[in-house]
């Protein structure tokens, strides 16, 4: 019995590893074609591999300039030239502490960023195709930086941390056929470097591996939104996929906050213009048929037009809103809140942490019908769970 006891256990604490060991592949500005980069290591030695083989070793004195050359590249730096090759890895010195890179992009916006972990370069349509190679918790400090800004309370963060962390595991390898587990941008989560903020990092390790699960111990959508204007919405009102989780609630924290309300001046002609296309010219030239702020669909003429479509139309903040004829050329959208509205509402959240909510009680205000648990243990029990045979569970 006891020998049984320590084989488990033993299997338990190596998949535990397995887990939180685990890297996570994230392809750098993918909406952008980058032709050259410059790579320097401030706080410690990278080694140098290019076509497999170790090339040098790269310290805080050496920047390497990386030049896409048609369907390969050029490395050199201000002491050596390397030559040509097709793929490289700058893998971080493993023995040493906090060691990060960094990266100078040109024609970009964001002139210069820094990473953690590794970099994968390889070519794609005559241009550099990035990959930061590094552990998921590290990985996570950056999502929930750029996800929620700096200098907000460690008891929000621990609400990020959580829907962040459920959000990666539970859509890992969504960019596989691309060559890499995520994309930096809002398509998957936003991510801009590595966390310089203890704040956020000591959030990271305080809910270290918690997820959201639902009532079958499966990984749930966290969805977030940044203000739902007073309520959230079902997730079938906006992608018409049904949980048994994002349910709409009634929320009174965020209706004071800087994206609870929005106004948008739009000119008649170009409204009616925009309808008539829509309504396939029969537009009625009223505009009573939105009166509730909290409506799903525009309805005129019996056709009805989901809100939602008018949003991304107009660039709304959100599809919560009223219109109303300001004069003969100006129509005026009143609306609230900001983004899709389902899930969590983060000024929201934000606000009941300043009123001594714990990011438990906060997390199930806005996921209704979820558990909080630690990834290690819904993937062991599940993958040990009994199976069934002709409705028999067998082991």
């Known amino acids: 019995m006891c020998l049984k006891k320590y084989f488990f256990g033993a299997l338990f604490l190596l998949f535990f590893f397995a887990v939180f060991s685990q890297n996570i592949r994230v392809g750098l500005l993918t909406n952008h074609s980058i032709s050259s980069i410059n790579f320097s290591s401030p706080s410690g030695n990278y080694f140098l591999y290019a076509d ?126 691309d060559g890499f587990d995520l994309c930096d941008e809002v398509h998957c989560q936003a991510y801009n470097g590595m966390s310089t903020d203890t704040v956020i990092s000591n959030a990271i390790n305080a809910t270290k591996g918690l997820v959201l699960v639902d009532n079958n111990s499966n990984l749930i959508v966290a969805a977030f939104h940044s203000n739902c204007g007073g309520e959230t919405l079902n997730s079938e009102d906006v992608w018409a996929l049904p949980t048994t989780y994002l349910k709409s609630v009634k929320d009174t924290f965020c209706i004071h906050q800087p994206n609870a309300h929005w106004r948008k001046m739009i000119p008649e002609k170009a409204w009616q213009n925009y309808m008539n296309e829509k309504q396939k010219n029969n537009f009625s030239n009223t505009y009573d048929s939105l009166k509730d702020n909290n409506s799903l669909y525009y309805n005129d003429n019996g056709i009805a037009i989901p809100t939602r479509i008018i949003r991304a139309d107009w660039h709304l903040k959100s599809a919560f809103f009223t219109l109303k ?70 082991f």
């Open 52 to 177: 497999g083989k170790l090339l040098d070793s790269i310290d805080k004195s050496t920047d390497l300039a990386i030049t896409a050359e048609k369907d390969s590249f050029e490395i050199h730096s201000s002491k050596k030239n390397y030559g040509i090759f097709f793929k490289i890895v700058l893998k971080a010195d493993s023995t040493q502490k906090n060691i990060f890179f960094k990266l100078k992009f040109q024609n970009l916006i964001v002139t210069e960023k820094k990473y953690e972990g590794d970099l994968e370069i390889t070519e794609k349509a005559s241009a550099l195709q990035l990959v930061n190679v590094l552990g998921i918790e590290k990985y996570l400090a950056g999502v929930v930086e750029s996800e929620a800004g700096r200098r907000k309370n460690r008891e929000y963060y621990k609400v990020q941390a959580i829907i962040c962390r459920t959000y990666v595991l539970s859509n890992l390898g969504r960019h596989q056929s």
């Open 325 to 394: 004829n300001v004069n003969d050329s100006v129509i005026e959208l009143d609306g609230k809140g900001y983004g899709h509205r389902v899930g969590l509402c983060q000024e929201g959240a934000m606000e009941m942490t300043k009123l001594g909510y714990s990011y438990l009680q906060i997390l199930h205000f806005y996921y209704t019908n979820v558990t909080i648990v630690n990834r290690s243990s819904i993937s062991f029990f599940k993958d040990n769970q009994p199976k069934k045979e002709n409705g028999t569970s067998t």
